[in-house]
């Protein structure tokens, strides 16, 4: 790669629908405004909460006192992905899980936040 080359750049393939790609991926991602209403959820974020969640709060699935909602206040507040790679998330539909959380902002949409979980 060149000086004048970006290090990671997005080229649109003819055929390929990226949100078929992020529906097809075995990760749980979701997109949550800032009001942590999930404005979008792929079908393993569906699956790893037990039912379809777009339009519902998050707090419909996991506690107020959850630690994801403190990691999600830190990403926007610091306006930059964080992650925790031990996190216990516990849930009426989902039981109690440890996973790896990665949070990011959303680019264009003001407090709103991408959330993959592993």
């Given at each position: 790669?060149?000086?004048?080359?970006?290090?990671?750049?997005?080229?649109?393939?003819?055929?390929?629908?990226?949100?078929?790609?992020?529906?097809?991926?075995?990760?749980?991602?979701?997109?949550?405004?800032?009001?942590?209403?999930?404005?979008?959820a792929n079908a393993a974020a569906d699956q790893f909460l037990g039912?379809?969640?777009?339009?519902?709060?998050?707090?419909?699935?996991?506690?107020?006192?959850?630690?994801?909602?403190?990691?999600?206040?830190?990403?926007?507040?610091?306006?930059?992905?964080?992650?925790?790679?031990?996190?216990?998330?516990?849930?009426?539909?989902?039981?109690?899980?440890?996973?790896?959380?990665?949070?990011?902002?959303?680019?264009?949409?003001?407090?709103?936040?991408?959330?993959?979980?592993?």
């Open positions: 790669m060149s000086a004048s080359e970006p290090a990671l750049a997005f080229v649109p393939v003819a055929g390929v629908d990226p949100g078929q790609l992020i529906q097809s991926l075995p990760l749980p991602i979701l997109a949550v405004d800032r009001d942590n209403q999930i404005r979008f039912m379809p969640s777009a339009g519902r709060p998050l707090g419909d699935f996991l506690p107020g006192d959850s630690s994801l909602f403190s990691l999600l206040s830190q990403s926007r507040s610091d306006g930059a992905s964080i992650a925790d790679r031990q996190m216990t998330l516990e849930g009426s539909s989902l039981g109690r899980r440890l996973v790896a959380v990665d949070v990011a902002p959303l680019a264009d949409r003001p407090g709103w936040l991408t959330i993959v979980l592993q």
